[in-house]
T-cell receptor, first 111, second 111 residues
Framework: SQTIHQWPATLVQPVGSPLSLECTVE??????LYWYRQAAGRGLQLLFY??????ISSEVPQNLSASRPQDRQFILSSKKLLLSDSGFYLC??????????FGPGTRLTVT | GQQLNQSPQSMFIQEGEDVSMNCTSS?????WLWYKQDPGEGPVLLIA?????ELTSNGRLTAQFGITRKDSFLNISASIPSDVGIYFC???????????FGTGTSLTVIP
């Protein structure tokens, strides 16, 4: 069966520090991968999605970037965090017939 | 990006009552998904719908893919306290890999 992992589960970082969140999927090949941000428990905002290694689509201009170095690995990064980057970050995967499954999430607090 | 109109925004119901919520879009979707999210966790997929008019059940939950392909409905029968959470709909068009999400319905069940 397929599983999706995210780490860390929680993170507290100062403004201006770098960020790296990792997501890995097991039990499937060539999935579509997604990063979402959720503020205040409502509203999922799509940040990036990837249909293959090295292929990244950005939906929102921002302080963040994403990379997909391996088929089942998706990384969200920032060189310098802003206060507004705080939120709940969710990774997700999908394969045809396009059911999408979410990871457990990372709670990021920028201080 | 596009967000789906989901209503109601919140519901407060007595245990044992039935619940109905819906999602509408200006675009046609080929897939409708319904999720439940508990606080601090990632959304969990409840039901997936792939055909206009399709009616699918998962225990006490029933969802329908609207005939116009622009809406979907979720019903919960005989609610129980563990139904508490936020419910999201999501749609996928036939042209892309991006899922569009509803704004969420917050459900509170009063014992």
């Amino acid at each position: 069966s397929q599983t999706i992992h995210q780490w860390p589960a929680t993170l507290v970082q100062p403004v201006g520090s770098p960020l790296s969140l990792e997501c890995t999927v097991e039990g499937t090949s060539n999935p579509n991968l997604y990063w979402y941000r959720q503020a205040a428990g409502r509203g999922l905002q799509l940040l990036f999605y990837s249909v293959g290694i090295g292929q990244i689509s950005s939906e929102v201009p921002q302080n963040l970037s994403a990379s997909r170095p391996q088929d089942r690995q998706f990384i969200l990064s920032s060189k310098k965090l802003l206060l507004s980057d705080s939120g709940f970050y969710l990774c997700a995967w999908s394969v045809p017939p396009y059911e999408q499954y979410f990871g457990p999430g990372t709670r990021l607090t920028v201080t | 990006g596009q967000q789906l109109n989901q209503s109601p925004q919140s519901m407060f119901i007595q245990e044992g009552e039935d619940v109905s919520m819906n999602c509408t879009s200006s675009s046609i979707f080929n897939t409708w998904l319904w999720y439940k999210q508990d606080p601090g966790e990632g959304p969990v997929l409840l039901i997936a719908l792939y055909k206009a008019g399709e009616l699918t059940s998962n225990g006490r939950l029933t969802a329908q893919f609207g005939i116009t392909r622009k809406d979907s409905f979720l019903n919960i029968s005989a609610s129980i306290p563990s139904d508490v959470g936020i419910y999201f709909c999501a749609g996928l068009t036939n042209t892309g890999n991006q899922f569009y999400f509803g704004t969420g319905t917050s459900l509170t069940v009063i014992p």
